[in-house]
């Protein structure tokens, strides 16, 4: 990603200077690094009251289902006589999704210390970070940063003096996009085949190696100082309610500075495209799919009226997800990047559940035909019918992941699809998507 742009209000990018040694231990200790542990433990401070702080602060798992995390941290028996695992899901597989990479690269200690007070709190002594298989330089970086952080006395056993000891671990994943369905990350993590458990039991009593585990995101981790340091309603009052903090967007697509912002949840996708330099070429915005791949397309008109956090997201008829901001100019043919995420998830599929098995390549092949003139009228309510067989039918959401898409392209750009259909070419005037474009918007954009 070229552009970097965490604001005056970024906390977890904070008053990074783009120096090479930012991500080092003495450059975060100058930043009030390890300040949220030291004050835990100087003060005593009870690990309930850590979670209290957490809920207070209405931070949500930032890897895509936006679920409560104090809520999560509380589920965790912290009484339970035998092993307790923690455990963070950095396998960023989602496409157009590259902001958990920039915290790996840029602030990996703010992540740490994320990681030890969720260890303090329920009370855990054994965490793994599990990252990409496809990022070698960032698992190196933090690999480092884990050293630093042991001779420095913040991991290990009787931190700073204290009676609490952790040991955290970094794991370099296979490089799957299934493993970041946690309970495929946990069975790639005890190595096996990465492929989704059945739930319940959930990871909360049934984890890693049947103990109880709990799992989250990056960001989420990295959120969790600032929490402790200023106080949960400190970040709660840069969100809005039920929606606290900030957020890392990965913007890509047709912008004019793709890359990773940092901005208060709440804030306005029109402010969000402003700093992403508009619209490229200046051509007009037709579609945005606002959460990563795996989310329904909103309309331009809908979306530019929309706020960038949970709620206003749902109520625009899709979800925030991993905060993967895909941009569509008016150039682009629907059809054509239906096909290109269809193929995706059904390359991607594990292929344990039937539905998504078999469901996932007859999304791909209807697509397929449609976008090269062998459509037919009925191929629209077939793909219609087809996704509602898949979605919630299967042991994880990559079904779902598969379905949604497709059911919201067809739904928002039906028009599009029925043009091929009839005319056998695309309705676009310039042609339809390019490769270029599909590689841009809707893949990881190279550094």
């Not at 028996?77 to 035998?82: V, Y």
């Not at 040991?167 to 799957?176: N, R, T």
């Not at 579609?287 to 397309?297: A, F, K, L, R, T």
């Not at 629907?334 to 059904?346: D, G, N, S």
Request: glycine share 12%; aromatic share 10%.
């Amino acid at each position: 990603m070229a552009t970097l742009d965490y604001g005056p209000d970024a906390i977890l990018m904070n008053s990074l200077t783009g120096a090479a040694d930012d991500w080092r231990l003495k450059a975060y200790e100058s930043r009030d690094g390890y300040a949220a542990i030291r004050k835990i433990l100087s003060t005593g401070m009870k690990p309930e009251d850590v979670v209290a702080e957490v809920k207070k602060s209405a931070l949500r798992g930032r890897g895509g289902a936006g679920f409560p995390t104090g809520l999560k941290w509380s589920f965790m028996p912290r009484s339970f006589p035998g092993a307790k695992y923690l455990v963070c899901n950095s396998d960023e597989g989602e496409p157009g999704t590259c902001k958990d990479r920039d915290i790996h690269r840029y602030n990996p200690h703010q992540l740490i210390e994320g990681m030890i007070i969720g260890a303090y709190a329920m009370g855990i002594p054994v965490g793994y970070n599990y990252i990409h298989g496809e990022i070698w330089a960032e698992y190196d970086r933090f690999e480092e940063a884990l050293e630093e952080a042991r001779a420095a006395g913040y991991l290990g056993n009787n931190i700073l003096g204290s009676e609490f000891s952790f040991q955290l671990h970094a794991f370099h994943g296979y490089g799957a996009y299934i493993c970041g369905e946690e309970t495929a990350l946990l069975e790639s993590l005890e190595g096996k085949k990465g492929q989704p458990r059945f739930k319940p039991p959930f990871p909360a009593s049934f984890g890693m190696y049947g103990k109880p585990t709990t799992i989250n995101n990056t960001e989420t981790f990295a959120a969790v100082p600032f929490i402790i340091r200023e106080g949960g309603e400190a970040f709660l009052n840069m969100g809005k309610p039920n929606n606290g903090g900030t957020k890392l967007f990965s913007v890509t697509g047709h912008v004019n500075k793709p890359g990773n912002y940092e901005v208060k949840l709440g804030t306005p996708f029109a402010k969000l495209l402003e700093m992403a330099g508009g619209m490229r070429g200046g051509k007009k915005l037709k579609g945005v799919i606002p959460g990563g791949s795996s989310m329904p397309v909103i309309k331009a008109e809908l979306m530019m009226a929309t706020d960038m956090d949970y709620d206003s997201i749902a109520k625009a008829g899709s979800m925030l997800g991993s905060g993967a901001v895909i941009v569509m100019d008016e150039d682009t043919c629907m059809v054509k990047a239906a096909e290109r995420l269809a193929y995706f998830y059904y390359e991607e599929s594990c292929g344990q559940c039937t539905p998504c098995r078999e469901g996932t390549g007859w999304l791909y092949r209807i697509i397929h035909r449609i976008e090269h003139g062998e459509g037919r009228a009925e191929d629209l309510d077939l793909l219609l019918n087809l996704s509602d067989q898949i979605q919630g039918r299967t042991i994880c959401a990559l079904g779902d992941a598969a379905a949604m898409p497709v059911r919201a392209f067809v739904k928002n750009f039906r028009e599009e699809f029925e043009y091929h259909i009839a005319n056998k070419r695309c309705l676009v005037k310039a042609g339809g998507f390019s490769s270029a474009h599909l590689n841009d918007a809707l893949l990881m954009a190279a550094e």
